[in-house]
């Protein structure tokens, strides 16, 4: 007899799952909250994002900081990393890119806050960083600061 777990109907965990062929082709799968009852803040940080130029192909790579303080759901982690990996060879500009994973995160979770900062590395001599969050911070939840320098370049 099998118990049930909130991780009883993941369908990536525990199997060899390929890379999707794209974001809209991933499933990004979410377990309960075991401590729902409880505010707090998760954080994943994705420090080897790649995308695509959509003009150039060429690769664009950033380091994103995911931020959020759950309600009932959780993204589960591996499900996570399969989803950023499948923009490796997804064309798209950094902004929407950014939006993409914060805005499917959210539309998944439905959490009481979220923040995502996107620390792309410079492309034609410039970098580009994006920030979106869903509201206010909530004020009973410490929110340490997400600790990425703005890109100095050599100098």
């Given at each position: 007899m099998t118990e049930?777990?909130?991780?009883?109907g993941?369908?990536?965990?525990?199997?060899?799952?390929?890379?999707?062929?794209?974001?809209?082709?991933?499933?990004?799968e979410r377990v309960a909250n075991p401590q729902a009852d409880v505010k707090y803040m998760v954080r994943f940080v994705a420090p080897e994002f790649t995308s695509l130029c959509p003009m150039t192909s060429q690769p664009d790579f950033a380091h994103l900081v995911i931020d959020y303080?759950?309600?009932?759901?959780?993204?589960?982690?591996?499900s996570l990393?399969?989803?950023?990996?499948?923009?490796?060879?997804?064309?798209?500009?950094?902004?929407?890119?950014?939006?993409?994973?914060?805005?499917?995160i959210v539309d998944l979770l439905d959490p009481h806050w979220l923040r995502i900062g996107g620390y792309w590395y410079p492309r034609g001599g410039i970098p580009i960083d994006v920030f979106w969050q869903t509201g206010?911070?909530?004020?009973?939840?410490?929110?340490?600061?997400?600790?990425?320098?703005?890109y100095r370049g050599r100098g």
């Amino acid at each position: 007899m099998t118990e049930e777990t909130i991780y009883s109907g993941l369908q990536q965990l525990g199997a060899q799952t390929g890379l999707p062929n794209s974001p809209e082709d991933a499933v990004l799968e979410r377990v309960a909250n075991p401590q729902a009852d409880v505010k707090y803040m998760v954080r994943f940080v994705a420090p080897e994002f790649t995308s695509l130029c959509p003009m150039t192909s060429q690769p664009d790579f950033a380091h994103l900081v995911i931020d959020y303080v759950p309600r009932d759901w959780l993204v589960e982690s591996k499900s996570l990393k399969l989803f950023l990996g499948a923009f490796r060879n997804h064309g798209s500009f950094h902004e929407d890119c950014t939006m993409k994973v914060a805005r499917r995160i959210v539309d998944l979770l439905d959490p009481h806050w979220l923040r995502i900062g996107g620390y792309w590395y410079p492309r034609g001599g410039i970098p580009i960083d994006v920030f979106w969050q869903t509201g206010a911070a909530p004020a009973d939840v410490w929110i340490p600061e997400q600790g990425v320098p703005g890109y100095r370049g050599r100098g």
